[in-house]
């Protein structure tokens, strides 16, 4: 008959020394740097098409905010002044106007508009803007292709600005990609301290952590980027400024916010992990989930660069759901029976 293994023997295994774990700490950093360096210089094969592409969100919400203004110009005294004095004298010739405006909106083909004065006499290339001299011009309304505006496109303040953000748009293309490797070497440092029968759930984490944190950035990106940026240019529109976003900040925000959410997603993990090696259990978490939710929150505002409340009510629920996900993890995933059990 096979004797039960000794406790002793499963535990004695994994007693390591401070110093030890320390170099477990520095063997694992350098794995993770060498897997995110390769993984950048992949991105620097990419670079250009991932600059255009995360570009998106901005110049989509740059595109509704000249075209909202476009109509919000449409109803101004002082613009329909301008349209009076270019032919559109009746109320169902501004309406005609508006609704051209909000047609090609649905059509996603915006347009903006202004009213610019021509000299009659002169050639039709020679149009000046209106100021002085209005008694000899006359009024024309030019509509503009948004797509074409450099207004809707982020701009750089200095020559090597473009060389950075092809730098940063590599860094992060080699994080998207270096993910596993680095989620291995983190998995692999939480191993080495702890005892054998514990360590089989880094094998099962592992692949659901790499999914969960590609999962935030992609949340991050397609459902976070695009009403955050409408709210906080509301505040352009009601104040009156025009927006001049820099590519270099636009970066920054792009690189710090999937990070937060890809780390975010992690909580049910965590939650199992934890419960499984003895620190929590599913009680406690179920009789602290006011505070919890109140931790997830004030988190949420801390490790956010926005401050918006979109990212923030985005953010904080999808991890109040990830958090009770997490409790139902912990519960009605079977256990792995222990060496020591009966039967």
Same mark, same amino acid.
């Given at each position: 008959?096979?004797?039960?293994?000794?406790?002793?023997?499963?535990?004695?295994?994994?007693?390591?020394?401070?110093? /030890?774990?320390? /170099? /477990?700490?520095?063997?694992?950093? +350098?794995?993770?740097?060498?897997?995110?360096?390769?993984?950048?210089?992949?991105?620097?094969?990419?670079?250009?098409?991932?600059?255009?592409?995360?570009?998106?969100?901005?110049?989509?919400?740059?595109?509704?905010?000249?075209?909202?203004?476009?109509?919000?110009?449409?109803?101004?005294?002082?613009?329909?002044? *301008?349209?009076?004095?270019?032919?559109?004298?009746?109320?169902?010739?501004?309406?005609?106007?508006? /609704?051209?405006?909000?047609?090609?909106?649905?059509?996603?083909?915006?347009?903006?508009?202004?009213?610019?004065?021509?000299?009659?006499?002169?050639?039709?290339?020679?149009?000046?803007?209106?100021?002085?001299?209005?008694?000899?011009?006359?009024?024309?309304?030019?509509?503009?292709?948004?797509?074409?505006?450099?207004?809707?496109?982020?701009?750089?303040?200095?020559?090597?600005?473009?060389?950075?953000?092809?730098? *940063?748009?590599?860094?992060?293309?080699?994080?998207?990609?270096?993910?596993?490797?680095?989620?291995?070497?983190?998995?692999?440092?939480?191993?080495?301290?702890?005892?054998?029968?514990?360590?089989?759930?880094?094998?099962?984490?592992?692949?659901?952590?790499?999914?969960?944190?590609?999962?935030?950035?992609?949340?991050?990106?397609?459902?976070?980027?695009?009403?955050?940026?409408? +709210?906080?240019?509301?505040?352009?529109?009601?104040?009156?400024?025009?927006?001049?976003?820099?590519?270099?900040?636009?970066?920054?925000?792009?690189?710090?916010?999937?990070?937060?959410?890809?780390?975010?997603?992690?909580?049910?993990?965590?939650?199992?992990?934890?419960?499984?090696?003895?620190?929590?259990?599913?009680?406690?978490?179920?009789?602290?989930?006011?505070?919890?939710?109140?931790?997830?929150?004030?988190?949420?505002?801390?490790?956010?660069?926005?401050?918006?409340?979109?990212?923030?009510?985005?953010?904080?629920?999808?991890?109040?759901?990830?958090?009770?996900?997490?409790?139902?993890?912990?519960?009605?995933?079977?256990?792995?029976?222990?060496?020591?059990?009966?039967?």
């Amino acid at each position: 008959m096979r004797r039960p293994p000794d406790e002793r023997d499963l535990f004695q295994e994994s007693t390591m020394t401070f110093g /030890e774990h320390l /170099e /477990e700490l520095r063997v694992c950093l +350098f794995r993770a740097i060498v897997g995110l360096a390769l993984g950048c210089v992949v991105g620097l094969i990419v670079g250009g098409p991932v600059v255009h592409f995360i570009q998106t969100p901005l110049h989509a919400a740059l595109e509704k905010y000249y075209q909202d203004e476009a109509v919000k110009r449409s109803l101004d005294p002082a613009e329909l002044e *301008k349209l009076a004095r270019a032919g559109y004298t009746r109320p169902e010739d501004i309406q005609r106007f508006q /609704e051209i405006l909000q047609a090609r909106k649905r059509q996603r083909d915006p347009v903006s508009f202004e009213v610019v004065y021509v000299d009659p006499k002169g050639p039709l290339g020679s149009i000046v803007a209106g100021g002085s001299g209005e008694a000899t011009l006359e009024p024309v309304v030019l509509f503009h292709p948004l797509a074409e505006d450099s207004r809707t496109r982020a701009s750089s303040l200095n020559a090597q600005e473009g060389f950075m953000i092809y730098l *940063k748009a590599s860094l992060l293309v080699g994080a998207v990609l270096a993910s596993p490797w680095v989620f291995l070497q983190i998995w692999t440092f939480v191993a080495a301290g702890l005892y054998r029968h514990e360590k089989r759930y880094v094998h099962v984490f592992l692949p659901f952590s790499v999914v969960l944190f590609l999962a935030g950035m992609a949340t991050a990106f397609f459902f976070v980027f695009q009403p955050v940026l409408n +709210f906080l240019l509301s505040f352009n529109s009601m104040l009156g400024i025009n927006p001049e976003p820099r590519i270099n900040e636009w970066m920054g925000f792009v690189l710090l916010v999937p990070l937060a959410f890809g780390i975010g997603f992690q909580l049910p993990l965590a939650m199992l992990f934890m419960e499984r090696i003895g620190i929590f259990t599913v009680e406690a978490y179920l009789s602290y989930w006011r505070v919890a939710v109140l931790a997830i929150f004030v988190l949420a505002m801390i490790i956010l660069p926005t401050g918006d409340p979109y990212s923030l009510i985005i953010m904080a629920g999808a991890m109040t759901l990830l958090y009770f996900a997490g409790i139902l993890l912990c519960r009605f995933l079977p256990r792995r029976r222990s060496a020591f059990e009966e039967g």
